[in-house]
């Protein structure tokens, strides 16, 4: 019988309307477009406006673009996955009323939160699922409303993250293209350095808590950074080095958005060219779980099939990981 593989078959976008340029911030906190650009390579970062918006109104139109672009009939799809670490709200799930919203009245839905993480953890989850046989189309979307956790006061955070979504559609492959191989990873003792104390289980909202603006992001940048420069690359080695790969095999290195010197520290340490590493950084900040499908989004017209690429994220948890993909069409 032929393997089964998880190719991804289509991708989707949406970025919200307004920009919220590095000259805007300089007028909400200290800082200034040339810090901003040299420590972190951001320019602009969209945020979604409008009472009532959460993250699904990004996932929805992201997989929208997508359902058009592929000519998919919705009823078709077995599977909603939202990656996301700013779901709608607690206790009901994003993709749930995403899949309604876009007529996927035939799948089950599901959030998945591995904070920047998320998107490439749910590449293995929505992989496993085809691979299983039972499954045939898995829409996996990477949404988050970043901005719904930022302190604007806060120069440390509120310089780095933006609003987005990306959706991709996982379906069965018989000339084992698509997820070959990953190197998923995690460590709880990284929660102190980057995380919103307040709004969940252990610390409830209170009144005091939002005095104290316990709701918003807070992160150590140095030592996030660290680990995140360490971690990153680490894994991207070690991916290559379980697949006999070199530089040479990998067409493109696509990985998580969340400063260019990261990024470029991880390019650097397998020695690929700066030409084959993603980067679109400049245009949407941090989205967390948006940015791979989001750079998918955009690279899809150069990419071919049966090009690799190596995506690589690191996010708070910590949580971080690497994966060997083969790209399954030409668009
Ligand atoms: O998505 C996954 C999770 N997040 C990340 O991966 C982010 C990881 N961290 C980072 O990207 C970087 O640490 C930051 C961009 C957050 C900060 O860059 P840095 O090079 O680590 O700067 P720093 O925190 O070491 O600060 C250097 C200086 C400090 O001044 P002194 O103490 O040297 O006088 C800061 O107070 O820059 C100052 N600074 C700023 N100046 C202007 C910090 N933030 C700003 C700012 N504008 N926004």
């Known amino acids: 019988m032929t393997k089964i593989t ?8 949406y970025i919200p309307e307004d920009v919220l340029t590095n000259e805007m911030l300089e007028k909400l906190v200290d800082t200034n477009d040339e810090w901003i650009t040299s420590r972190t390579g951001i320019k602009e970062r969209r945020i979604l406006k409008g009472e009532g918006r959460g993250s699904s ?3 929805i139109k992201a997989a929208q673009q997508l359902i058009k672009k592929k000519k998919l009939d919705p009823k078709e799809i077995d599977l909603v996955i939202v990656a996301t670490a ?6 009901a799930s994003t993709a749930v009323y995403t899949a309604t919203q876009i007529g996927a009245i035939n799948a089950f839905g599901f959030d998945l939160e591995a904070a920047c993480s998320s998107f490439l953890y749910g590449m293995s989850v929505a992989a496993r699922y085809i691979e299983s046989g039972k499954y045939k189309k898995v829409l996996l979307i990477g949404a988050d409303k970043c901005s719904s956790m930022i302190d604007y006061t806060d120069r440390a955070t509120c310089i780095i993250f933006g609003d987005g979504a990306g959706a991709v559609l996982f379906e069965p492959n018989e000339e084992g293209l698509g997820l070959q191989d990953e190197i998923l990873r995690s460590d709880g003792a990284g929660r102190e350095f980057l995380k919103v104390k307040t709004g969940g289980s252990m610390y409830p909202t209170t009144k005091e808590a939002l005095d104290n603006k316990e709701n918003f992001v807070r992160q150590d940048g140095k030592t996030v950074f660290k680990n995140a420069v360490f971690n990153m690359a680490d894994v991207t080695v070690k991916i290559l080095e379980k697949n006999n790969l070199t530089n040479e095999d990998v067409t493109w290195l696509a990985a998580h958005q969340a400063n260019k010197r990261i990024i470029e520290a991880t390019g650097k340490r397998i ?5 084959k590493v993603m980067m679109n950084i400049e245009k949407y900040g941090n989205t967390t779980s948006a940015t791979l499908p989001l750079l998918l989004a955009d690279y899809e017209d150069q990419l071919k099939k049966g090009d690799t690429i190596i995506f690589a994220a690191f996010g708070g ?14 668009s």
Do not use: E, H, R
Request: charged share 10%; glycine share 8%; aromatic share 20%.
């Open 6 to 13: 998880a190719a991804i078959t289509a991708v989707g976008k």
């Open 57 to 59: 109104y990004m996932a």
């Open 86 to 91: 700013t779901p709608d709200m607690q206790a």
């Open 271 to 275: 020695n690929l060219d700066s030409s």
């Open 317 to 330: 948890g910590f949580t971080w990981g690497s994966i060997y993909f083969k790209w399954a069409y030409n």
